[in-house]
Structure formats: C-alpha cells, structure tokens
C-alpha cells in the first residue's frame, strides 16, 4: 500500500497548484480520501475530504470556496485544486485515505489509515 503526494511547490499570494495523490497497493474506489496540512509548530490540520460511498465532502473552514477535492478512481489518484492561495496556505500537505464505512469522510487524521509522505506548499512573493 503506498500513496504518493505530488505538485507541491513554490506559488505566489493568489496562485494556484493542483496536489495529486497516486494510489498503489489497493482499490481506491473504496476508499474515502483526504488532504491534511501541517504549518511549521502546528499540529496537522483536515483540509477537505470526501467519501467513497455516501456522497459527502467537507472543507476546512479555511478552504471553503478556494480548494476543491475530487478523485478519479480510474487512474487511483485524487487531487486537491488550490486556487487563491495565501500565505497561510503554506504546510507541508500530506494526502490520506480510510476504509469506507459508509459513514462519511474525516477531517480527523486519527481517523485515516494510509498516509503518503507530504508535499510542501510555500506560498510567498
């Protein structure tokens, strides 16, 4: 089982970057899938997630209306588009996923099971 974190990078204040997540080891499809962060001296924090069988996505307060979560099992790689971006943005993202229970996704890193290593997001001018 490994997932794989991509499309971190250096952007300036009101840029974009698409962070993906590459799946092995496993069928995605079952699967809910996350995003967490974590700012220097800060715990890791949710971002967004959604599940893989009952339909719900919930956002950070802080994401809401600039990134969005989406997933293509297909290719078993999910994705986080950033757009807007500040400063406050920056962290280390890290991508995430957990069994479906058909009870929703998590924002709570507790909750997740495999983990891929992070991707770091610097947002400066």
């Known amino acids: 089982v490994q997932l794989q974190a991509s499309g971190g990078g250096l952007v300036q204040p009101g840029g974009s970057l698409r962070l993906s997540c590459a799946a092995s080891?496993?069928?995605?499809?079952?699967?809910?899938i996350g995003w967490f962060r974590q700012a220097p001296g800060r715990v890791r924090d949710g971002v967004s997630c959604?599940?893989?069988?009952?339909?719900?996505?919930y956002y950070a307060d802080s994401a809401k209306g600039r990134f969005t979560i989406s997933r293509d099992n297909a290719k078993s790689t999910f994705y986080l588009q950033m757009n807007s971006l500040k400063s406050e943005d920056t962290a280390v993202y890290y991508c995430a996923t957990a069994w479906a229970d058909g009870n929703g996704c998590s924002l709570e890193d507790m909750d997740m099971e495999y983990w891929g290593k992070g991707t770091q997001v610097t947002v400066s001018s």
């Open positions: 080891g496993f069928a995605l499809g079952y699967y809910d």
């Open positions: 959604t599940s893989s069988n009952n339909g719900s996505t």
